[in-house]
């Protein structure tokens, strides 16, 4: 019953902006951390950010922070990702992730269909 449905992604310019969207259902999702996942065509999976029950604490990859914020709305049981400073090798699938800690994106079975964000000139 679990469903996570991403949405938002699309083509933009270095440099540009994307804001993404996932809408969970079919569990209680302000009782889990929520990640960002994304990968490349040909690439294993990169996990991007993670965000705690509440959303008090975050986690980023190196990749990209300072760049990217992970950010929820537990009353809209929705999770977003606000990308910034965009770079042609941000370039990817981007996956929402139920999580049980940060950093977890290992049970597939918990991710999304993937909204496609693809950065180029």
């Known amino acids: 019953q679990v469903q996570l449905v991403e949405s938002g992604g699309g083509l933009v310019q270095p440099g540009g902006s994307l804001r993404l969207s996932c809408a969970a259902s079919?569990?209680?999702?302000?009782?889990?951390?929520m990640s960002w996942v994304r990968q490349a065509p040909g690439k294993g999976p990169e996990w991007v950010a993670t965000i705690d029950t509440g959303g008090s604490s975050t986690r980023y990859a190196g990749s990209v922070k300072g760049r990217f914020i992970i950010f929820r709305d537990n009353a809209k049981n929705t999770l977003y990702l606000q990308m910034s400073s965009l770079k042609p090798e941000d370039t990817a699938l981007y996956y929402c992730a139920r999580s049980s800690y940060f950093g977890d994106i290992t049970n597939r079975e918990y991710w999304g269909q993937g909204t496609q964000v693809t950065v180029s000139s």
């Open positions: 079919g569990f209680a999702f302000n009782t889990w951390y």
